[in-house]
């Protein structure tokens, strides 16, 4: 069966630090990977989406990226974090061509 | 991307039926309606979904307009554990699958 891993699960940074958020998929191959930030009593913002290694659009101008690595791998990263990057970060897979969206934990991310 | 329109809250009491609808005026012909629902600190998790005619499934049904244009989903007997903010979004196996999340609606059953 298919699984999703997200960590960590609560982070807590200083403004102008660095962030890696790290999502990982297992038991299915070439996915549709998301990175989503929600914040507090809000819906879910699309930040990022990616089709294959190395393949990623961006949906907002931010101060964070996303890269690929390795098929199953996501990671959203960012050099200086700010204020308004605090708020609560979700992976998400779907099947290649497929609708169903599978959502990990989630990361809380605070800065201070 | 379609939108879609929900109210912000609802409130239903245990045991009874809840109805949740959802308006997609904008809808094209590939999306499919889903639903999601997420409990405070935790990620969405996947309720139902259908494409034109009525689904059921062990969690919920989705009633969907002739139409399209809108669709309803109903909790048959509400319990205190399906309190959640409840999503409807419209996602299309074209164009990565991508999807615009509203606020939802935030589902509160008393006991």
């Known amino acids: 069966s298919q699984t999703i891993h997200q960590w960590p699960a609560t982070l807590v940074q200083p403004v102008g630090s660095p962030l890696s958020l790290e999502c990982t998929v297992e038991?299915?191959?070439?996915?549709?990977l998301y990175w989503y930030r929600q914040a507090a009593g809000r819906g879910l913002q699309l930040l990022f989406y990616?089709?294959?290694?190395?393949?990623i659009s961006s949906e907002v101008p931010q101060n964070l990226s996303a890269s690929r690595p390795q098929d199953r791998q996501f990671i959203l990263s960012s050099k200086k974090l700010l204020l308004s990057d605090s708020g609560f970060y979700l992976c998400?897979?779907?099947?290649?061509?497929?609708?169903?969206?599978?959502f990990g934990s989630g990361t809380q991310l605070s800065v201070l | 991307d379609a939108k879609t329109t929900q109210p912000n809250s609802m409130e239903s009491n245990e045991e009874e039926p809840v109805h949740l609808p959802c308006n997609h005026s904008?809808?094209?012909?590939?999306?499919?309606i889903h639903w999601y629902r997420q409990l405070p600190s935790q990620g969405p998790e996947y309720v139902i979904h259908?494409?034109?005619s009525n689904v059921n499934n062990r969690m919920a049904s989705l009633a969907i307009a002739e139409d399209r244009k809108s669709s309803t989903l109903i909790l048959h007997r509400a319990t205190l554990r399906d309190a959640a903010v409840y999503y409807c979004?419209?996602?299309?196996?074209?164009?990565?699958?991508?999807?615009?999340f509203g606020d939802g609606t935030t589902l509160t059953v008393k006991p």
């Open positions: 259908g494409l034109t």
């Open positions: 998400a897979w779907s099947v290649l061509r497929g609708t169903l969206l599978f």
């Open positions: 990616s089709v294959g290694i190395g393949q």
């Open positions: 038991g299915t191959s070439n996915p549709n």
């Open positions: 979004i419209l996602r299309t196996n074209t164009n990565a699958g991508k999807s615009t």
């Open positions: 904008t809808i094209s012909g590939t999306d499919y």
